[in-house]
C-alpha cells in the first residue's frame, strides 16, 4: 500500500501526524477530573472495537501519514489482547507506538509490551502521597503505580509521568511529584484540569501552569531550565529542565495558552468515531461503515471530510462553551 508521508492536513493546512487511540471505556479508577463524581467506581461497556478492528483501522490513519499512535482508554490495561494491538500497529509507524495507562496492571505487563512492540509509557499520578492519592482515584491503589513505573524503566520503556492538578484536591502534591522527578531523574509533567461532562469543572479548581510553574520553583529554590522544543509529535508539554538532575518538569497549558495554533492530533474513541478536535466537531463513525465492508479508499474520504472541519481552535478560547457530550473515558483524554 502506498504510503503517503505528510499526507493528512485538516482544512487550515495543518499536518496531522499523531493518532490517539481509546481501546476502551472501561477503567480500575474513578478519578474525580475524569468520571462523574458520583463516589463510586462504575463498570463501563465492553469496548465496541476488536483487535482487529483497532488495527485495521490505525493503517488506514498510517497510510496517510500517521507517524506516531497512543493507545489510551479508560484504561488500556484492562484489554487482555493489548500486547497483540500493540504488535499490530507498531510496524505501521516504525515502533512509535506509546501508551497512557493508570499503571494499576503495569507491572506485570510491562516486559510483554515492550517485547510487542511498545516504546514508551505515560503513567497517570496525581499524588504522591498514598491517601491523597486514594481520595482523587477511589482506590488505594499508590504502590502498584510506583511499581508499575520501576517495571517499565527496567525493561526498557520510556517512561513519564502525568499529573493533573485540582486546586483544592492535590496543590500540595505539586511539589513532592517534582521532587519525585529529581531525584529519579524522570519527566513528570502537570497538566491543567479541563472540563469533561460530569466532572465537575469549575474555575475555583483551576490552576493555570504559571502557577503550577511558580509553586515548583519556589518549592525547588532554583530557577528551572527551559528546553527547547522537540515538535507536538513529542507532546505539547513545555519542559524544563531541574538543575543538578536528570528529572525534568513539564506543563500542559491546555486552556491558559492552548496549542491550537500547532494541533497535529485527531482522536479515535473506543466506539470507532473520529474526533477531530477534542471540545468541539461531532464525531464520525468509522467503525460502522468498516464492518459493511467500507474500501480503503471510503474510509480516507470519510477521514480526510472530517478533517476539513476541523476547528481553528477550540470553543473556550473563543469564549464559548465546549462540546461536553461526552466523558474523559469515552474520548482518551
Request: glycine content about 10%.
Amino acid at each position: 500500500m502506498l504510503r503517503l508521508r505528510d499526507g493528512l492536513k485538516d482544512g487550515l493546512g495543518r499536518a496531522i501526524t499523531y493518532l490517539r487511540v481509546s481501546v476502551t471505556e472501561q477503567c480500575n479508577l474513578a478519578c474525580v477530573y475524569c468520571k462523574p463524581r458520583t463516589g463510586t467506581l462504575e463498570r463501563m461497556e465492553t469496548p465496541a472495537m476488536s483487535r482487529n478492528e483497532v488495527v485495521q483501522l490505525v493503517k488506514v490513519f498510517t497510510s496517510l501519514g500517521i507517524r506516531k499512535v497512543r493507545l489510551t482508554g479508560g484504561e488500556p490495561l484492562l484489554r487482555r489482547d493489548l500486547e497483540t494491538i500493540v504488535a499490530g500497529i507498531s510496524p505501521e509507524v516504525e515502533g512509535r507506538v506509546h501508551l497512557t495507562t493508570n499503571g494499576i496492571h503495569l507491572a506485570r505487563r510491562a516486559r510483554g509490551l515492550r517485547e510487542a512492540g511498545l516504546s514508551g509509557v505515560n503513567i497517570s499520578l496525581d499524588a504522591a502521597d498514598r491517601s491523597t492519592f486514594e481520595r482523587l482515584t477511589q482506590k488505594d491503589g499508590l504502590g502498584k503505580v510506583l511499581a508499575g513505573l520501576e517495571a517499565a524503566r527496567a525493561v526498557g520503556l520510556k517512561a513519564k509521568l502525568n499529573a493533573v492538578v485540582l486546586r483544592g484536591w492535590n496543590e500540595d502534591q505539586i511539589l513532592p511529584l517534582a521532587r519525585l522527578a529529581q531525584q529519579d531523574g524522570i519527566q513528570v509533567r502537570f497538566i491543567e484540569f479541563m472540563p469533561y461532562q460530569g466532572n465537575g469543572w469549575g474555575k475555583d479548581q483551576f490552576m493555570p501552569a504559571a502557577e503550577i510553574l511558580r509553586t515548583v520553583q519556589e518549592g525547588l529554590g532554583t530557577d528551572l531550565e527551559e528546553e527547547p522544543g522537540l515538535g507536538l509529535e513529542e507532546g505539547p508539554a513545555r519542559l524544563f529542565r531541574i538543575p543538578g538532575s536528570e528529572g525534568k518538569v513539564g506543563v500542559i497549558s491546555t486552556l491558559s495558552a492552548d496549542f491550537c495554533d500547532r494541533c497535529n492530533r485527531v482522536r479515535l474513541t473506543s466506539r470507532g468515531e473520529l474526533k477531530a478536535c477534542l471540545f468541539g466537531n461531532q464525531p464520525v463513525d468509522l467503525l460502522e461503515p468498516l464492518r459493511q465492508h467500507a474500501s480503503h479508499d471510503d474510509l480516507v474520504r470519510l477521514i480526510r471530510q472530517a478533517l476539513t472541519e476541523k476547528l481553528d481552535c477550540h470553543p473556550m478560547r473563543r469564549g464559548d462553551q465546549p462540546n461536553l457530550t461526552q466523558g474523559m473515558w469515552q474520548v482518551g483524554g
